[in-house]
C-alpha cells in the first residue's frame, strides 16, 4: 500500500482509497478526517437506523461511532478493510443500544444451510426502462423498505450489510461477531421472511403489473 | 433489493458530525512514525535499568573480583561512620563529608559519565510522557 502522506497536495483525497485515507487521517490531516466523515456518514446512518428504527436516536448513536472510531484510529490496522471496522464500530454501538432497551434479539442457532434465495425471484422480471416497470420496481422496493422493518435487529443488520452495502458474507461475520454459518442462516431466513411479506402484499409470480404482458 | 431507499439523516447531521467529532481528531505531530516511539521508549527503559544496575554490577563486580577489598572498604565505612559518631561530630559533619566525597566522585570520568546517563534519561522520559500525553487527555 502506498503512504498517502507522500503524495502530492494536489492529489485529490476522494481517488484514496478508505484505507488510505484513514492513515492518511491518522497523520493528523484534518481533510482527510472531514473526507472520512463524507464518504461514510450516510452509510453508517443507514445501518444503524434501520437498527434501532429511530431518526434521531440514530443520529446520536452515529455521532457516537464516529468518535469511538477516531479514538481507535490509531489502533486501525491498515490491512484490514476500513468499511468493515468501522461498520463493526456502529454495528457494536447501535446493539448495545438495543440490548439498553431490552430489544429482543435472536438466539444464533446454525439449522439451515444458507442457500442462495432471492426474495424478488418470484416476481416477473422488472428489469427495464418503461416506465411501468420504473413504477413496479419503486412498488416493490416500497413493500421491501417497510418489510426490512418488521424483521429482526439481526436480520436488518444482515440484509442491510449485504445488499446495501454489497459486504459478502466473511465480511459480515467480521462486522456483526457472528459466526459465518449463522450469517448465512440469518440472510437465508430474512429473505424467505422477505418474500413472505411481498406475497402477503399481493406481490407474487402471479402478479401483473401495468405494462406487463 | 437495490432500489430499496436508504435511510438519510437530517440536513443539518453532516455539519454537526463534522462539528462534534473535530475535537476528536487525530493532530499531526512532528514525529509520529512507529519507529521513533520505539526509540524513544527503549531509550528511557534501557537508561533506567543501566543507572538502576550500575551500583549493582559495581557492588557485584568488586565481590567477585577483589572480595577481600570490597568487605574491607564496606567495613571501613561502618567503622569510620561510627568513629565519627563517637567523637562526637555532629550529622551536619557526617552529612557534609559524605557530600565532599559525593561531589569528588561526580568530578570523576566515571561520575561525569553517569550524571550524564541520569540526565539523558531523565530528558528521554520527559520528551517520552510530552508526547503521551495529550492522547491521554483527549480519551477524557
Keep these: ?97 438495543l440490548r439498553q432497551r431490552r430489544v429482543l434479539l435472536a438466539t444464533p442457532r446454525v439449522d439451515e444451510d444458507g442457500e442462495e434465495m432471492d426474495p424478488l425471484a418470484g416476481l416477473p422480471d422488472l428489469r427495464g426502462d418503461s416506465p411501468e416497470q420504473a413504477a413496479a420496481r419503486r412498488q416493490v422496493a416500497a413493500v421491501l423498505d417497510r418489510a426490512i422493518d418488521t424483521l429482526r435487529p439481526e436480520y436488518r443488520a444482515v440484509v442491510v450489510l449485504r445488499h446495501h452495502e454489497d459486504l459478502d458474507y466473511e465480511e459480515i461475520a467480521e462486522v456483526t461477531g457472528l459466526p459465518l454459518g449463522t450469517v448465512k442462516t440469518y440472510l437465508h431466513r430474512a429473505r424467505r421472511e422477505l418474500a413472505a411479506r411481498l406475497r402477503e402484499a399481493g406481490l407474487g409470480p402471479e402478479t401483473r403489473f401495468s405494462g406487463q404482458p | 433489493m437495490a432500489e430499496v431507499p436508504r435511510r438519510g439523516p437530517s440536513a443539518a447531521f453532516s455539519a454537526r458530525l463534522l462539528e462534534s467529532t473535530r475535537v476528536h481528531w487525530p493532530q499531526a505531530r512532528a514525529h509520529t512514525s512507529l519507529q521513533a516511539e520505539m526509540a524513544v521508549t ?19 563486580a568488586l565481590f567477585v573480583f577483589d572480595t577481600g577489598a570490597a568487605v574491607e572498604g564496606v567495613a571501613r565505612g561502618f567503622v569510620w561512620l561510627v568513629g565519627w559518631l563517637t567523637a562526637g561530630a555532629s550529622l551536619w559533619e557526617v552529612l557534609g563529608r559524605a557530600g565532599r566525597i559525593a561531589a569528588t566522585a561526580m568530578a570523576s570520568p566515571a561520575g561525569t559519565m553517569v550524571l550524564i546517563g541520569g540526565i539523558l534519561t531523565a530528558w528521554l522520559a520527559l520528551a517520552g510522557l510530552s508526547r503521551v500525553m495529550p492522547m491521554e487527555q483527549g480519551d477524557v
Excluded at chain 1, 431518526?55 to 461511532?65: G, K, M, R, S
Excluded at chain 1, 486501525?76 to 456502529?90: K, P, Q, T, V
Design chain 2, 42 to 60: 527503549f531509550g528511557v527503559v534501557a537508561g533506567a535499568a543501566a543507572l538502576t544496575l550500575t551500583p549493582v554490577l559495581v557492588v557485584a
Design chain 1, 1 to 97: 500500500m502506498s503512504d498517502p502522506s507522500q503524495r502530492g497536495p494536489r492529489q485529490s483525497l476522494d481517488t484514496l482509497s478508505d484505507a488510505d485515507l484513514a492513515v492518511a487521517a491518522r497523520t493528523g490531516s484534518g481533510d482527510a478526517c472531514t473526507a472520512l466523515v463524507q464518504r461514510f456518514e450516510r452509510p453508517v446512518y443507514n445501518l444503524v437506523a434501520r437498527l434501532v428504527q429511530d431518526p434521531a436516536l440514530a443520529e446520536d448513536l452515529t455521532q457516537d461511532a464516529f468518535l469511538k472510531m477516531f479514538r481507535g484510529l490509531a489502533q486501525y490496522d491498515a490491512s484490514l478493510r476500513f468499511s468493515s471496522w468501522l461498520f463493526r464500530i456502529a454495528h457494536n454501538t447501535a446493539i448495545d443500544q
